[in-house]
């Protein structure tokens, strides 16, 4: 009997050394039981949640307690939890620039206006001006396709119709061989105008320690001469929709030409000179030749003034002064191409003060100019000058207003028949912004005021001009 007896212990112990290693081994392969559920965003348990650290942006999908059928390396769509980001640090879409980068930048401007004025003892076709012949839109191309070298296309499309010449034949009214009279063929076409074409080199780029100490650009095309400072003023950035009325006197529009701009420590002392055709026009086109030349210096001793005529940062304070010169001597051609002899002397100065701080702008300027020729015994003489100031404060967040006034005055033909006019403009300009500017858009009404002492007659009106730029 004890010979089965040791035979039937040593078969359990042989099971029992066979079941323990498998039972341990199944258990060390087990999953770990899974983590209680983390409380979603919208969880009650977020209320009473304590000071702690906030998780990280992104959270993993938690390890399911369940079996999975799928092979190994094989997720099943429907078991993939998304992904949840934090709010506070999710990253923001950007917005489309496609229309911004170093070769290519479109900008501009649409400025719809409307304007009402009541013109006293003036000739009954002139005595009521209404409509919106003043609305213009402006494009903008620029960029640096080469390093220095930058380029700028403005296109100014009017709301005025053109009737233009189209095409020029002669007439042969009784067929003897000689030319009677010309024919010419016209279309209407939009006014579209060429505000700025022009290529910028700056050779000389100069900034040691983040300070532009010295920087020189050479410009070639069609250009604003730089006689006032607001003539240098873009079109989008001027105080009221136009430039003041004795500045558009003494200088009105661009011309053809070339330019050069130093800038010293900053801008704070900014010199500039160029050569111009002096007429706006292409060579050819006029029997009046000649070069115009033109220099201007600003210093501003705070720092780079920008020709902006209104303080729409709220900057500190700063302010410059500023004066131009113009020369135009020319030659007289008749229509047939010859040379009348008559020589021309054409000379203008000007004079500008700026200031700006939080928001207050004032800007100020004299004008003066002489004309002599080889004909006349008396020299055409004219002067002017023109004051205007805004304030520029928020009201609630995007939205601010400024309260904008201006009077000028001029004084023509000085020598001869000195006639005296008065100008008046004032208003309040309501803004609208975003995150990057807070001009994108612009109401503007204003009220309109002439007064020509020496003709006894004057003009009243208002305007209301939307600027929406882009």
Known sequence: MAAPTRILAGVVLLGLSWSVPARASALT???????????????????????EPSPPASRTRTPSSEPDDTAPGDAAEDDVEPTLVSEATAKPATKPEWFRSKYLTISGYVQPQYTYRVREN?????????????????????????NRW?????LVIGAQIVNAITGVSPVDRDGDGSIDDIATRSELAPGLFIEELSVNYRPVDFQPKDVKLVTLDLKLGQLRIPFTAANRSPNAALMFPRRSAPNNVFL????????????IYDDRVEVSGGVFNGTGL????????????????DVNPLGGFAFSEGDLDRGPFRFGVGGGLLYFPSRLFDDAGNDTRTRARDLRASASV???????????????RQRTDSLSALPFLATGAYGQGSY??????????APVGR???????????????????????????????????????????EWRVDEDESAQGAALQLQLRF
């Open 407 to 449: 009077f000028g005055w001029t004084r023509l033909d000085e020598s001869f028949d000195p006639r005296n006019t008065y100008y008046a403009e004032g208003g309040v300009a309501l803004y609208l912004g975003n995150d990057d500017r807070p001009d994108v858009m612009r109401f503007l009404l204003q009220y309109l005021g």
């Open 354 to 368: 700026r200031m700006a701080v939080r928001g207050l702008y004032l800007q100020g300027e004299f004008l003066r």
């Open 252 to 263: 009105f529009g661009t011309d053809l030409g070339g330019l050069a701009s130093l800038g």
């Open 282 to 297: 292409a060579i050819g086109e006029s029997n009046e030749r000649g070069a115009l030349y033109a220099t201007r210096i």
């Open 29 to 51: 392969q087990a999953p770990p039981p899974p983590p209680p559920p983390a409380p979603t965003v919208d969880s009650p348990a977020d209320d009473d949640a304590t000071d």
């Open 392 to 401: 520029f404060f928020p009201v609630y967040k995007n939205f601010s207003m």
């Open 122 to 146: 003036a000739r009954p076709r002139d005595q009521r001006e209404f409509g919106a012949g003043a609305t213009r839109a402006g494009i903008i191309f620029s960029g640096e396709p080469i």
């Open 150 to 154: 930058t380029y700028t296309v403005h």
